[in-house]
């Protein structure tokens, strides 16, 4: 019922952009925290960037100078928008209900990922 759809992704070259999108519930995204995930192939997945339910952003590492999580609560949609794309964030992306921040368990209603590919 709340699985949730990411959209968005491609094969792209270094130093692209790509705006993936993440459709949600009106009903839990006025009641949680939501957040963005990605997972490499043959690593675990990881934090990307989490948002509040009231827009208070917190992004992995080094990432904040890149990606921008951002939402549209007119729209229900959840975003992450990734500047100057490296071949290591080359990932599937999931987004989840939860969490804004790194240690924190989501609730676990991503869905397929979307791909994002980089390469030259």
């Known amino acids: 019922q709340g699985q949730l759809a990411e959209s968005g992704g491609g094969l792209v070259q270094p130093g692209e952009s790509l705006r993936l999108s993440c459709p949600a519930s009106?009903?839990?995204?006025?009641?949680?925290?939501m957040a963005w995930y990605r997972q490499a192939q043959g690593k675990q997945r990881e934090f990307v960037a989490g948002?509040?339910?009231?827009?208070?952003?917190n992004y992995a590492g080094s990432l904040k100078d890149r990606f921008t999580i951002s939402r549209d609560n007119a729209n229900y949609t959840v975003y992450l928008q990734i500047n100057s794309l490296k071949p290591e964030d080359a990932a599937v992306y999931f987004c989840?209900?939860?969490?804004?921040?790194?240690?924190?368990?989501?609730?676990?209603?991503w869905g397929q990922g979307t791909q994002v590919t980089v390469s030259s």
């Open positions: 948002i509040n339910t009231v827009g208070r952003t």
């Open positions: 009106a009903r839990l995204l006025r009641a949680y925290d």
């Open positions: 989840d209900y939860g969490c804004s921040v790194t240690k924190c368990r989501p609730i676990g209603y």
